[in-house]
């Protein structure tokens, strides 16, 4: 081989072996997860245990988006817990701390300024279904006197009274 060809070689060698090794290191570690028990356990407390929310939210941040899987395609977050069960007071601890935001939890504040541009963007969701199937009119009931209006938009639209959860 001559000296030129051989450089060349080594060269491209030199760079590619070592981002081969690096990406199959990097294929070959598996990410850390979050337990599931722990996850459970937040999303349980998110209901209407502020305390250990805060506790578990300490020691565990990655929890603030985890969502427990109950089956059957119901996957709850803390936020949609705190926010079906209309715990204003947990809902707005989680959205302090970075929660995503939704329009489960825009119905249960009484947001109807968020909610119309969400409807009109996309019709279909006033058939959403959040945690347990609960509906956009579940998350306005829970909101009390603050989402009287949002109670009324959604029903305006179409979403009756008889909508009930899948379960």
Sequence with gaps: MERKKFIKTLGITSVVIPS??????AQNQEDPKLDKSLVQKFVGASHSK???VKELLAEHPTLLNAAHDWKFG???TGLGAASHMGNKEITKYLLDHGAQANIFTAALFGRVDILK???AFNPA???AKGPHGLTLLHH???GGEEAIK???YVMALGLKKTQ???Y
Excluded at 20 to 25: K, M, R
């Design 125 to 127: 969701l006033i058939n």
């Design 140 to 142: 306005a009931n829970q």
């Design 164 to 166: 009930f959860p899948l």
């Design 117 to 119: 541009p969400m409807l």
């Design 50 to 52: 502020l305390d250990v």
């Design 74 to 76: 119901d996957f709850e």
């Design 20 to 25: 081969v090794s690096f990406y199959t290191l």
């Design 150 to 152: 949002v109670k009324d």
